[in-house]
């Protein structure tokens, strides 16, 4: 009876060996990818695209001359119109966690009147913008989710009714804002988002009928919906 039974578990033994040593060897590459490339989207790498959106926003008014002491209230200005431009950024992806860096420069049009007075006496035009800011968002298969802010500039250049258009001023601030992105497929990926300006006072030198006077806008501030398209590298 012993050497059947001892006969049988030599013959277990024979066949579980190859199948552990095909267990051992033979495993699924897949089981050591990160969890992001599981999920079938890598996020990570450079990408370059364009967009397009609206924009509204406005600023306080004010105007110094040389007969009156510091600045003189001169109403609001209100502004609104289209913008389009295009956008570069990198980021690098660890599991769910999206980081990157980003910037984007617009042309815009961008006319507001000091509602103030009637007609176009002062006015203000933003031609273009620009940003430069950080990226952080969290990932899920083709979907990603994000949160940026960073520095901001603008072109702003101040008008007013007989007097020469003055040279164009650059204001400084920030940018903050959110966004949804959507992987599509051949490395394309698209974009909405939102963005809010912030911009420090700018001050304008102006010339009326032969007497100078300083326009100061105060706090300029921008909101921007906007889509976009970009193709990953």
Known sequence: MARPILAA???????????????????????????????????????????????WGGNGNDWSGTTITGWAPDGDIDYSGLAGGTYAGYQQ??????????????LARYHGDDSQFAGRV??????????????????????LLYGTAGL??????????GAPAADAQLATGWAAGFGAELALADHWRLRAE???FGFGD?????????????????????DLVRAGIAYAF
């Open 202 to 222: 700018v001050e304008t030198p102006l010339v009326v009928g032969g007497a100078g006077y300083r326009h100061r806008a105060n706090a300029p501030a921008l």
């Open 122 to 143: 002062n006015a203000v035009d933003i031609d273009a913008f620009a940003s430069l800011r950080g990226r952080l968002g969290w990932a899920h298969d083709t979907l």
């Open 194 to 196: 939102y963005l809010h």
């Open 152 to 161: 901001a500039a603008a072109r702003f250049t101040k008008t007013d009714i």
């Open 93 to 106: 992806q660890m599991d769910n966690l999206v980081f990157g860096l980003e910037a984007d420069l617009s």
């Open 9 to 55: 578990m030599v013959l277990a033994g024979s066949l579980a060996a190859p199948a552990m040593a095909a267990d051992t060897f033979l495993y699924d590459p897949s089981s050591l990818r990160p969890a992001y490339a599981a999920d079938g989207t890598d996020w990570s790498g450079a990408y370059l695209g364009v967009q397009a959106g609206y924009g």
